[in-house]
């Protein structure tokens, strides 16, 4: 079965650092991948995806991914994150089998000023 | 455009209830996709429906079931409610259904706490 890991559940940064939360998927095809954003109280968000082409995806607010096929991994990276990036991260992969969305069991990251 | 709504935002019910939670996709947009939401198991598929049918079930007891309407609005139902059901449950819509390049949109959720 298709699995999403996030290797980090809580990250403590200060502003201005550079941030990178990794993500990697078990699915061995072709994958559409997402990661969406969570602020406190907000419902969830779409950050940025990737579908096909350039493995370099950039989002809203900053953000970007890399799809590296040969690891298997998305990892999401900003190089100077903000106190209102302080929210919890999901990442999500779902094959063109068209199953549904898996999600990863999310990061929380929490930016201080 | 007005997003995702879900309605009610919170419930509160008791064990052995049942329930029935409300989605209203994104205008156009024919896909609507449940999800489960805990802090232990994270954000679950729980079904998908495109055009009234059901595509997609995810590992859940058949206690959830769910239906869609000719107007793309969604419902779940929960019955004989268990404490582990206690969850924010999120609906997302999109255009097309999971297998075609779309992304889905998600609703604030509704939070359940079975009592």
């Known amino acids: 079965a298709q699995s999403v890991s996030q290797h980090n559940h809580h990250v403590i940064l200060s502003e201005a650092a550079s941030l990178e939360l990794g993500c990697n998927y078990s699915?061995?095809?072709?994958?559409?991948l997402f990661w969406y954003v969570q602020y406190p109280g907000q419902h969830l968000q779409l950050l940025l995806k990737?579908?096909?082409?350039?493995?370099l995806v950039k989002g809203i607010k900053g953000f970007e991914a890399e799809f590296i096929k040969s690891k298997f991994s998305f990892n999401l990276r900003k190089p100077s994150v903000q106190w209102s990036d302080t929210a919890e991260y999901f990442c999500a992969v779902r094959n063109q089998a068209g199953t549904a969305l898996i999600f990863g069991k999310g990061t929380t990251l929490s930016v201080s000023s | 455009k007005a997003g995702v709504t879900q309605t009610p935002r919170y419930l509160i019910k008791t064990r052995g209830q049942q329930v029935t939670l409300s989605c209203s996709p994104i205008?156009?947009?024919?896909?609507v996709s449940w999800y489960q939401q805990t802090p232990g198991q994270g954000l679950q598929f729980l079904f998908e429906y495109f055009s009234e049918t059901q595509r997609n079930k995810g590992n859940f007891p058949g206690r959830f079931s769910g239906r869609q309407f000719s107007n793309s609005r969604s419902e779940m139902n929960v019955s004989t409610l268990e404490l582990g059901d206690s969850a924010l449950y999120l609906c997302a819509s999109s255009l097309a259904p999971s297998g075609s390049q779309e992304t889905q949109y998600f609703g604030p959720g509704t939070r359940l706490l079975v009592l």
């Open positions: 205008s156009g947009h024919r896909s």
């Open positions: 699915y061995g095809g072709t994958v559409n």
């Open positions: 990737y579908f096909s082409g350039d493995p």
